[in-house]
C-alpha cells in the first residue's frame, strides 16, 4: 500500500497496481483509522478485488454523518473510472459502526457488506461505555502506557507475528488522545435503527472473534444477524477483537468459503 500524507479529509490508500477490471473492495478501519493493519490481508484480497483502505486524518474529529459521506463520495470518485463492477464494503471495529452509517445511506451501491467485530457492540457491555467517559481524565503522557496495557485486550496476542504485534502498537501510538476521545465518544453516541438495517436486503457476512476481550463481539453479532434480513455470521473460535492480523486468518478464504464472493471476483480469480 502505497501510504499519502493524510491531513483534511479523509482517503483511500491504494495498492501499487490498480485492478479497475477487479470488484472494488472497500474496507473501512478500527479506531487508529489508518487502515494500515490491513495489509496482512491485502494479498489474499487482491487475488479477487481492487482494493482500497480508507484513511482518516489523524486530527479528524468529524461526524459519523460526514464521515460517511466522505466515504461515499470517495467510493463514487472510484466508480466514476470503472463504474459498471460491484462494490464490496468492509468494516472492522469502528470502521463495522461506520459501514453500517455508509450503508443505509446508500442501500443499494453495494453487493455484499462485511462487519468483522463491529464495534457496535460498545453499548452492549455498560461498564466499558461508563470507563469510557473517564478517559477524559487521563494525561495525555500515560497515553503510550494504556496502548501497551491494552494490547492484551485488543489483539490475541500468541496468533500475531511479533512484526505485526509492534505495527499495531505502533499504530495505536500514533493516534492523538483527543482523536482517541472523540472516536470514544462517537462510538458512545452510535446508533443505527433496527429499520433502517432491515432496508439492507443485499448478503452481510458477520465476523465474529469468539475470543474477543474488549467488546462482546460474538452477542452482537448473533444481534445483527437476526436484524439483516440476509445476513450470516462466521465465528473464528480463537480469534481475538482485531482477529484480521492473526496469522491463521485469512479473509478472502472465509469469504470463499461461505459462498460470499459474487461470480465475478471468483472468475477474476480463476484467470489469475
Known amino acids: 500500500m502505497t501510504i499519502p500524507k493524510v491531513e483534511l479529509k479523509p482517503c483511500f490508500l491504494t495498492p501499487k497496481r490498480l485492478q479497475p477490471e477487479f470488484p472494488l473492495f472497500v474496507y473501512l478501519p478500527g479506531m487508529d ?7 496482512s490481508q491485502t494479498a489474499g484480497l487482491e487475488a479477487g478485488f481492487d482494493v482500497r483502505c480508507l484513511a482518516i486524518p489523524r486530527e479528524d474529529l468529524t461526524s459519523w454523518d460526514e464521515l460517511a459521506n466522505n466515504v461515499l463520495d470517495l467510493i463514487h470518485a472510484e466508480l466514476e473510472k470503472s463504474s459498471q463492477r460491484p462494490v464490496y464494503l468492509c468494516g472492522e471495529s469502528f470502521g463495522g459502526c461506520l459501514a453500517q452509517k455508509v450503508a443505509i445511506k446508500a442501500p443499494q451501491l453495494f453487493k455484499r457488506i462485511v462487519l468483522i467485530n463491529s464495534a457496535s457492540a460498545f453499548n452492549l457491555r455498560p461498564l466499558l461505555t461508563w470507563t469510557s467517559q473517564l478517559t477524559y481524565l487521563v494525561p495525555s503522557n500515560l497515553y503510550d502506557i494504556g496502548a501497551f496495557g491494552l494490547l492484551p485486550f485488543l489483539a490475541a496476542l500468541a496468533r500475531i507475528s511479533r512484526s505485526d504485534r509492534q505495527e ?4 495505536m501510538r500514533t493516534v492523538p488522545p483527543q482523536t482517541v476521545l472523540w472516536r470514544i465518544s462517537l462510538l458512545r453516541e452510535f446508533h443505527v435503527d433496527d429499520v433502517e438495517l432491515r432496508h439492507l436486503t443485499q448478503p452481510v457476512l458477520v465476523i465474529a472473534g469468539a475470543n474477543d476481550r474488549l467488546l462482546p463481539s460474538l452477542d452482537e453479532a448473533r444481534r445483527l444477524v437476526n436484524i439483516l434480513p440476509n445476513a450470516k455470521m462466521v ?4 480469534s481475538g477483537h482485531a482477529c484480521l492480523l492473526e496469522t491463521d486468518t485469512n479473509l478472502y478464504e472465509i469469504m470463499k468459503a461461505n459462498n460470499f464472493l459474487e461470480s465475478s471476483a471468483q472468475t477474476v480469480e480463476a484467470l489469475g
Do not use: Y
Open 235 to 238: 465465528v473464528l473460535p480463537q
Open 33 to 39: 483509522g489508518t487502515g494500515q493493519l490491513l495489509r
Open 168 to 171: 499495531l502498537l505502533k499504530t
